[in-house]
């Protein structure tokens, strides 16, 4: 069985999955640096520098570190936490259809349901008078979105010059319990 682990989503991120995106930077969490001699090397938490090993190319150097240190391999299950919140659509009445606002009514009853801050805004939803949850707080329940990933990589920022784990996935659009499952 596959590893599971959650990942935060922010709004922007959500958008780019549904518009074709399929690659997410991690921040490694620990010192790394690159050399021609040794490839990458990185220190320890008691600062004991370490060397994974120069491939015989840079692809596989890159993934002699990938196996040794990513907390995220292929074939691993994440699923995906985004704003919510809970509730029900509803519909403002108007006396001509276009005239019609969808929002959110979040009252607490057994009629309400998980809605998804981005569906609610593809759906042209009034998101503002609904009280969401950031995806911290998003239980694995609720997730509709699992990320199967096809390949980890390792990246440098020309920016910053950190390092960042490229995580390349295909899209599940079920729960991660589901996927299990199945």
């Not at 921040?27 to 600062?47: E, I, T």
């Not at 120069?54 to 985004?82: F, M, Y």
Request: proline letters at 4%.
């Amino acid at each position: 069985m596959p590893n599971t682990l959650p990942m935060l989503f922010t709004q922007s991120m959500i958008s780019d999955l549904f518009n074709g995106g399929r690659v997410v930077r991690v921040p490694v969490k620990f010192p790394v640096d690159y050399s021609d001699l040794s490839g990458f090397r990185f220190s320890d938490k008691n600062g004991k520098k370490w060397a994974c090993g120069k491939g015989v190319d840079v692809q596989q150097t890159e993934q002699n570190l990938v196996s040794a240190k990513s907390p995220i391999k292929q074939g691993d299950l994440i699923w995906v936490r985004e704003t919510f919140c809970m509730g029900r659509y509803e519909e403002e009445d108007a006396e001509h259809p276009d005239d019609r606002t969808l929002y959110i009514d979040d009252s607490q009853d057994e009629h309400q349901y998980v809605i998804y801050k981005h569906r609610a805004v593809v759906d042209g939803a009034d998101i503002d008078g609904a009280t969401w949850s950031p995806s911290v707080h998003m239980r694995k329940a609720l997730s509709r979105l699992t990320l199967l990933v096809t390949h980890v990589g390792i990246e440098k920022s020309e920016d910053t010059g950190n390092y960042s784990w490229v995580v390349q996935f295909e899209i599940i659009e079920k729960n991660i319990s589901q996927v299990n499952n199945s």
